[in-house]
């Protein structure tokens, strides 16, 4: 086995590697956040990073590559000091997610066709540099329209207040989100998301973070105040599974 | 009424279920996936990535039939091909279920919306399942009206394997064959959503990572072809194939590979008196529905342009065509003269059908007078030969090791034999057994190979050469494996255990002890045939021994003579040895090469000082440069015959290409005998087999009981060295310089990498890393290649035996457990 793609990663990403894997009973159940974790190094997944995990995992490059493509959160050139991915789903995009998409796009000098997923405005890792991606719902559509700055939320926006939002990240200003804790970069991010909070600090100001809002318990409030539950689900058999089958 | 109900209905056996198909009362067994029980109640559920060797996977849907449980219809359609069968369940398919057949129709539609239907111009048009349940199941014309998704077409997945990615319908099948039954998942689905298609880590870095170089492992498999053959539409095509026949156009017959021992069934396709591909065929037995690249692609070499056909004499030194008349009548005259001056021996080669290896054992004691004759051409010994003597000959699958039994024996030794090279379709049931029974796959070995990996294998590690100790070593140092070998275990042993002293008996031994059943494997398809036919200095056919005065009477009889000759033959060696000594006069020689002989620069001498050689031969070989007539003999696809595999199982199959005027060994060996004034009786195949037949076969010798280790000489060789020397560990790979694998360079393409390997420690010791250059050598000559850090033992360094440079015995003049000198290579 080549190790080329371990002196690319160094020592301590090895160790931390070899963290997340004992994490699992199982050590394929670490490819996940092994790739963020590539991520939080190099800034996007590189095809030394897909042959880290492989090596890491003992998994065979294809393997790696079939996870690292199915999803979007794993990007494939190096991305901005700043994710900022816009909701254009369904709800947000009637809401004004599409005129919030389109300014954004003419704002970063980004062309009229979009080429893959997302796309980095400026020296990619440089501070200010900007990758914009146009999400899949964000899981706030009643915050409609929404958009995440490094996967924390922006509610209720609009073109001008996504437009200046956008220019003061890249004055390399870290504006507060409208909850959950504040913004510290895209790589930063990845390391969260891989499993590692640098400092228990650091770890409760994530975890404690205020990530409600008042508008997503209204329905739970209106339905407690009148006694509402879900009704009974019916008792539908399940067929037999084989035993054994893998 | 209820009574009279239960009283009529037939009693569900254990383990079964009753369900109701169509309105059909089925019983099954439980557990049983619907799509497979229809299929035997002759009930045809279209579908495309089901396969019943695969895990199913329900990934096209094509097989949606309505299910009801307990009286209750599931709320959708449910696919046949991942549901099991349950008692009282009631399936609908869609010849009875309008909700079936429209949402199969569905399916269908969806399937072909972006495929581009060009069964016109696609390899797969004429037997495409896609196509024939289109024109079945789907709609005459498309409703879609867009534009369909095209990629760039086609993207090599390996140099043999080529994707046309928008014919694909996503079935995995390809994906699951390589992960699973093959184990080498290099091969992938990759994408999401529209984009979704198979490809490898290379083609995502090419793909998607357009700025960066393309790397990435490519798809290395020895067994690629199947995922072709298994594709259920034309996205997957051979390099070797693609563009270059209609499957109306080709004539298929069943045949038997010609390759290695396993004996793989086959389909050869043929047109116009050319093989234009081969395909796997089914035996449940054997190779179930898989065979190797090795087996599929290498067929080329039949219609090489130095193919001999027509005899060939020397004159002045020069070779010139003849006559068969001439030709035979020459051959005939020196031979006898030769075998009255000082005799002749016989090396018919590895790669016989019994009918042929039967005909050279008939030719050498009935024509030449002597029981010179030797089919191993390869390192043996006399070791060896009392081993297949004694624990090898007569056994069958009735009473021996076989392929099915691999996936009952709870723990499998694998001794000198590196399965997935030497026999692939044994390395494919050592996966299955471990896969699917948990049986424990232990190698005795030199390094981890993959196929320890994909067996989920233990290796035991020995330096090369000391073998007979890790045998012997095992009740002490692996007790586990020592108890669980008398617990249903078996041993296989490889051809390379004898060139290890010792090695052979001590396994015998070992087997006797443990009551481990125990099987030989040798790597070419002609040796265990060979070895029941009597092409063994003290063997005759049938299993009788030269040295039993009433079995020598016994064939006298049947061959219609007075006497056979009574002393005991000379080895092939010994054959070599005396011929360069001038001490026979004449050779005759089968498809052999000097360089696989144990000692090429002698077989070269002999070759040289004999007065006459013949040579039976495909092409201009090495041979042909010393043979005084070279008779031109059919290849496996041009002949009928027998090939006998290691589990003893007779493989028969029939002539492909008929009238080609070439012909078999049996039929030019009677012919000379002929002209020699002896009557061989086998003149065609059928007749020789018959002949062999009538002879009988006898109880083979029982072997001796008890612990013996026979090694003579110095014994096992000492541990491994210092100052510059280490002890070579070689085998054969599967795909290699082989001379039945010319004419293919995409096969040759997928080789495994060509390399010397070693340990880090004995990388240091000579100061070289990674990839940096490496010279192994004898007083004979030298081999440079790459090092590449493998877990051998120190001291220990690897090459393959016959490998583009890496050509051992004929560069070096030494075998496996030999001493070599190592150094770093370059700067010279």
């Avoid at chain 1, 994490?23 to 996940?32: K, T």
Wanted: overall charge negative; hydrophobic content about 40%; aromatic content about 6%.
């Amino acid at each position: 086995m080549t190790h080329a793609a371990q002196e690319t990663f160094g020592e301590e990403t090895v160790r931390e590697a070899a963290e997340i894997i004992a994490r699992y009973p199982q050590s394929r159940s670490a490819l996940l956040p092994m790739l963020h974790l590539v991520q939080s190094v190099q800034g996007f997944v590189s095809p030394e990073g897909m042959r880290f995990c492989a090596e890491q995992l003992e998994l065979s490059e294809a393997e790696v590559a079939a996870v690292a493509t199915f999803y979007t959160m794993y990007k494939r050139s190096p991305c901005g000091q700043h994710l900022v991915s816009v909701c254009t789903n369904t709800l947000c995009a009637a809401m004004g997610g599409d005129a919030i998409y389109a300014k954004l796009r003419e704002k970063l000098g980004l062309g009229e066709r979009l080429e893959g997923n997302e796309e980095t405005a400026g020296e990619p890792g440089e501070p200010g540099s900007l990758t914009l991606e146009h999400a899949e719902c964000l899981a706030a559509c009643d915050l409609a329209p929404v958009l995440q700055v490094d996967y924390e939320y922006f509610d209720k926006q609009t073109p001008e207040s996504a437009a200046e939002l956008v220019d003061r990240l890249r004055a390399g200003e870290a504006p507060a989100p409208s909850r959950g804790p504040g913004l510290r970069g895209f790589r930063s991010a990845e390391r969260q998301l891989a499993g590692f909070f640098d400092g228990e600090a650091a770890l409760e100001s994530v975890v404690d973070g205020s990530s409600q809002a008042v508008e997503t318990l209204r329905g739970a409030q209106i339905a407690a105040e009148h006694g509402w539950v879900a009704p009974e689900a019916e008792d539908v058999p399940i067929p037999e599974v084989e035993e054994g089958a893998k | 009424m209820t009574t009279v109900e239960e009283t009529t209905q037939t009693p569900v056996p254990e383990g079964h279920v009753r369900l109701t198909i169509d309105g059909r009362e089925v019983i099954a067994p439980k557990g049983e996936l619907i799509i497979r029980t229809a299929e035997r109640e002759g009930i045809e559920i279209p579908r495309f990535c089901d396969h019943p060797l695969l895990d199913p996977a329900a990934a096209c849907r094509q097989c949606l039939v309505e299910v009801e449980m307990n009286g209750r219809a599931m709320p959708k359609p449910q696919p046949a091909c991942a549901i099991t069968i349950s008692d009282g369940m009631v399936v609908h398919t869609q010849h009875g279920s309008e909700v079936a057949r429209k949402a199969q129709e569905g399916v269908m539609e969806l399937l072909l919306i972006n495929h581009p239907l060009d069964c016109p111009i696609c390899d797969k048009g004429g037997e495409c399942p896609l196509q024939n349940q289109a024109l079945r199941h789907g709609r005459a014309e498309s409703r879609f009206r867009d534009q369909k998704r095209t990629f760039t077409k086609p993207i090599e997945v390996s140099k043999q394997v080529l994707l046309d990615r928008e014919r694909c319908v996503l079935c995995q099948r390809c994906t699951r064959f390589s992960a699973e039954i093959a184990g080498d998942p290099f091969i992938e689905l990759l994408e999401r959503g529209a984009h979704q298609q198979i490809g490898t880590a290379k083609t995502a870095d090419a793909e998607g990572w357009g700025a960066v170089t393309p790397q990435g492992q490519p798809y290395q498999s020895y067994f690629s072809g199947n995922a072709i053959q298994i594709c259920p539409v034309g996205a997957l095509t051979s390099a070797a194939y693609r563009f270059r026949s209609r499957p109306f156009d080709l004539v298929s017959a069943p045949s038997v590979c010609e390759h290695c021992s396993s004996g793989c069934a086959e389909r050869t396709d043929f047109r116009r008196g050319k093989v234009m591909r081969k395909l796997a065929g089914e035996d449940p037995e054997v190779n179930e529905e898989w065979i190797c690249d090795k087996g599929r692609f290498a067929f080329r070499y039949v219609t090489a342009d130095d193919r001999i056909t027509r005899p060939l004499v020397r004159e002045n030194g020069k070779l010139r065509e003849a006559s068969w008349t001439e030709a035979l009548r020459i051959a005939a005259d020196r031979l006898a003269e030769a075998r009255d001056n000082g005799g002749v021996g016989v090396l018919p080669g590895g790669r016989l059908t019994v009918e042929d290896a039967y005909a050279y054992a008939k030719f050498a004691r009935i024509s030449l007078h002597t029981n010179d004759i030797d089919f191993r051409a390869r390192p043996h010994s006399a070791e060896e030969l009392d081993f297949l003597t004694t624990n090898v000959l007569g056994t069958t699958p009735e009473d021996g090791v076989t392929f099915t039994g691999l996936e009952r024996a709870n723990t499998v030794l694998c001794v000198a034999l590196e399965p997935e090279e030497e026999a692939p379709a044994v390395f494919l049931r050592l996966r299955k057994a471990a896969r699917k029974a948990g049986t424990k796959v232990v190698h005795i070995g030199q390094f981890s190979t993959p196929a320890v990996d994909k067996t989920f294998g233990t290796l035991l590690a020995c330096i090369p050469g000391e073998e007979t100790n890790a045998v012997l070593g095992l009740r002490e140092h692996a007790a586990d494996v020592y108890a669980q070998l008398g617990e249903g275990g078996v041993i296989l042993l490889g051809e390379r255990a004898a060139e290890v002293p010792g090695l052979l008996s001590t396994v015998a031994g070992l087997a006797r002890e443990t009551g481990a059943q125990l099987a030989w494997i040798p790597r070419r398809a002609g040796e265990r045939g060979a070895l029941e036919a009597g092409a063994l200095p003290t063997l005759l056919p049938g299993g009788r021994r030269v040295d039993d005065t009433e079995a020598r009477a016994e064939v006298a009889a049947a061959w219609g003579l007075e006497a056979l000759p009574e002393l005991a033959g000379k080895d092939a060696s010994a054959i070599l040895t005396a011929a360069a000594n001038g001490k026979l006069h004449g050779l005759v020689l089968g498809g052999v090469d000097p360089d696989d002989l144990p000692n090429p620069e002698l077989a070269r001498e002999a070759l040289a000082r004999a007065e006459f050689v013949v040579s039976l031969e495909l092409r201009r070989t090495a041979v042909t440069e010393y043979a005084d007539v070279v008779l031109p003999v059919a290849a496996a696809v041009e002949k009928s015959g027998t090939y006998l595999n290691w589990e003893g199982r007779p493989r028969p199959f029939d002539i492909a290409i008929e009238n080609t005027g070439i012909l078999s060994d049996c039929r030019v060996l009677d012919t000379l005998a002929v002209e020699m004034d002896t009557d061989l009786f086998t003149q065609t195949p059928q007749a020789a087999l018959a002949d062999l037949d009538r002879l009988g076969t006898v109880e083979p010798p029982v072997a001796q009981p008890g612990w013996t280790i026979e090694f003579e000489g110095e014994g096992p060789p000492k541990s491994p060295l210092r100052h510059g020397k280490a002890r070579l560990a070689t085998w054969h790979r599967l795909l290699d310089n082989g001379s039945l694998q010319d004419n293919e360079p995409h096969l040759a393409q997928t080789a495994r990498e060509t390399v010397v390997k070693l340990s880090t420690a004995t990388a240091q010791g000579i100061g070289v890393g990674a990839g940096d250059p490496v010279v192994v050598s004898t007083h004979q000559g030298r081999i440079e290649l790459p090092a590449e850090i493998a877990d051998l033992p120190d001291g220990v360094v690897w090459l393959p035996a016959n490998s583009g440079p890496s050509t051992v015995r004929a560069s070096l003049g030494v075998g496996h457990g030999d001493l070599v000198d190592v150094r770093a290579g370059g700067g010279e």
